[in-house]
Every structure is written in C-alpha cells, then in structure tokens.
C-alpha cells in the first residue's frame, strides 16, 4: 500500500509531489534528459517512447541521430521474447533504457538462477503436499517424512541443525563455482552457465572435469537451433514456476486467496 501510495504522488501532479516532499523532508531531485522527440510522437508516455527506443530507427530519431548500437547490442539480442509478450522485450517500466549491458547480464544470471530455484521448489512443494518424501532418514532417528509431518512449509523448521547447514554450504559452493568462473557473465561470460567446479576435483569423490550441470552430455548431442530452443524453454518454465511458488506461499498465508489451490494442503 505504502509503494502505491508513494508512486501516486511521486509520479502525479508536481503541486502534490512537492507538498510531499517538502512535508517528508525529502531533498528536491531534479533529472532532466536531453532527449529529442519528433513532433508526431511529442505526446507519447512512457510506454509508448520505450516500445520506440527498442526500434533502431525509431532509436536513431528520438536520440537525435546518437549512436547506441554498441550499448544496446546484448539487450537486442537477449533470448526470452516469445508469442506471449508479441515477440518483444517486456519492460513496461523501461528498465532496458536505465541500464548498460553488464547490469542486463546480471539480470539475466538472476532470473535463471531464481528460475531454476523455484522449478525445484515448485517441484518439491507439490510433492511434499502430496505426501511424497524420500524413504529412510534425514539424520540419525529423524526420517524424511517425519520433516514433513507438519506439512511442507514448516519442513525447513524440522531438519536437524548440521542438515541445515549442509543445505547452506552446499549453496554457498555453487555460489562459489558460478561467481568465480572466467570471464564473469558481467564482463562477457554466458550467464547461468557453469560447466565444472573451479577446481581438478577430488581423488575418489569428485571426478576431475566433469561439467557439473550436464555429466552425460546430453546437451552436446543437439544442435545450436535446438539448444535455443531449450534456452527458451528453460527461462520460460523458470518465470512461470517462480510465479507458481509465490502462489503456493500466499495459498498458505491466505487459504483460500488462490483458487486453483483451494482446499490443497498448502
């Protein structure tokens, strides 16, 4: 509520975001753009002149003929876009006009690797809602479905104190293995990628240069067509799970508020 309000007045007539901000003691900010619009799109909104930037020659008129084909070229050429934002970057607030290339890239590492956290949550959470658990012990004495006894959400609460931080550690080294890979996605790396752990291995637990996220090579067996393919696929599955696990979450804060989960144990 808080947020809507203060976009309400921060964006709305300068009498009342003033008054605002002089009640606040909130210091004056003034930004100004030297930005040329053509008399035929003099009145376009926010919206609109950021669909336009993202066209090269629509680009080239607003910005007064500016050259910013090297500062655009990874945002131009980011994979994502399908029929479900009308092939199209989806930027509504026109952050892709806020940033360089190297902030797009972490973004982009961020929403895979949020992406691929929540396919496994999702996963997990609905399996667990369903009472399915591995078989045997967590620890010693403390089952697997005993951790599930008070239902999924509260599972975390009941895994021993050493399993927890297992779970965290092991986190903390594939942290490790993706920010300490050469290049870094932010300086030319490819995001999301990490192909071994950023050491020869371990005699007898760890098998020297083995790709960590593809042992059996499953991705060299396809074409670069059918690996952008699955790029795709892959950031799509992501948003939607990332949508779907945030939804599980408000289902058990707020039963009923989710209809599609409506009477689930979640």
């Known amino acids: 509520m808080w ?16 008054a605002w901000l002089k009640r606040a003691n909130r210091p004056m900010i ?18 609109a002149l950021s669909l336009a930037l993202r066209d090269p020659v629509l680009r080239k008129e607003i910005l007064g003929g500016a050259d910013m ?10 994979e994502g876009t399908s029929v479900e934002t009308g092939n199209m ?3 509504p607030l026109g952050f892709t006009e806020l940033v360089n290339d190297p902030t797009m890239r972490w973004f982009r590492a ?4 949020h992406g691929r956290v929540c396919m496994l949550a999702t ?26 006894s008070a239902g999924v959400y509260n599972a975390w609460g009941k895994v021993p104190e050493a399993g927890k931080l297992q ?8 942290e490790v293995a993706g920010e300490s890979k050469k290049p870094h996605y932010v300086n030319g790396g490819v995001p999301g990628k990490i192909d071994q752990l950023p050491f020869d291995g371990i005699q007898g637990l760890w098998a020297p240069k083995i790709k960590f996220w593809d042992p059996l090579g499953f991705m060299g067996a396809l074409t670069e067509e059918q690996k952008k393919e699955k790029r795709l696929s892959e950031l799509k599955n992501g948003r939607l799970a990332m949508l779907g696990f945030v939804s599980f979450l408000i289902a058990h804060q707020l039963p009923g508020s989710v209809p599609f989960l409506k009477g689930l144990a979640f």
């Open 3 to 18: 947020v809507g309000a203060f976009a309400l007045v921060y964006t709305g007539p300068a009498p009342l975001r003033d």
């Open 30 to 47: 003034t930004m100004s753009f030297d930005v040329k619009l053509p008399p035929a799109k003099g009145e376009m909104n926010a919206g």
């Open 69 to 78: 084909t090297a500062a655009s070229n990874y945002i131009d050429a980011l």
């Open 89 to 91: 970057i989806w930027d």
């Open 110 to 113: 961020a929403e895979l690797k």
């Open 123 to 148: 996963l997990g959470y609905i399996a667990g809602a369903a009472g399915i658990t591995f078989p045997g012990e967590i620890a010693k004495g403390v089952t697997f479905a005993s951790c599930n």
């Open 167 to 174: 779970i965290i550690s092991l986190i903390f080294l594939l």
